[in-house]
């Protein structure tokens, strides 16, 4: 899980210059678990408050392998097009909020949202995990 944070603290550096974070160390971990039926939707939450910076990726069951689903690095948020085997995805507006449609079995997995907060104390940084099962009708 560290390569990610250092990926996502590396590639946002420009953008960010100026933002401090002050205990890198202080990093909060939010689980959740969701289920939904094939063919179904889903919305997966990535807090409350839109962070500055986002990136959801997803791991199959099974593997280690963290693939990008989308992101939104301050200039607008952006779908990949690897995830379509998971169902139709798409971001709500001015949120962070995914939601998939049309659910395929492969979506079962784990989603993972890593948050970049600006706050008035420096940076936050926050994990949202959701374990989702896709289940036949």
Not at 14 to 39: M, S
């Amino acid at each position: 899980m560290t390569p990610y944070v250092c990926f996502l603290l590396c590639c946002l550096a420009l953008p960010l210059q100026g933002l401090e974070i002050f205990d890198p160390e202080e990093v909060e971990y939010i689980r959740f678990n969701a289920t939904a039926t094939l063919g179904g939707s889903v919305t997966l939450d990535c807090g409350s408050v839109m962070p500055a910076i986002y990136i959801w990726g997803f791991t199959k069951p099974g593997t280690d392998n963290n693939v990008a689903v989308a992101h939104n690095y301050g200039q607008g948020p952006k779908v990949q097009s690897q995830s379509s085997s998971l169902g139709s995805i798409k971001l709500q507006v001015n949120t962070s909020t995914l939601v998939i449609e049309e659910l395929q079995k492969e979506a079962t997995g784990m989603y993972t949202c890593q948050a970049l907060y600006d706050t008035d104390k420096g940076a936050r940084i926050t994990f949202y995990f959701t374990r989702l099962e896709v289940e036949d009708e």
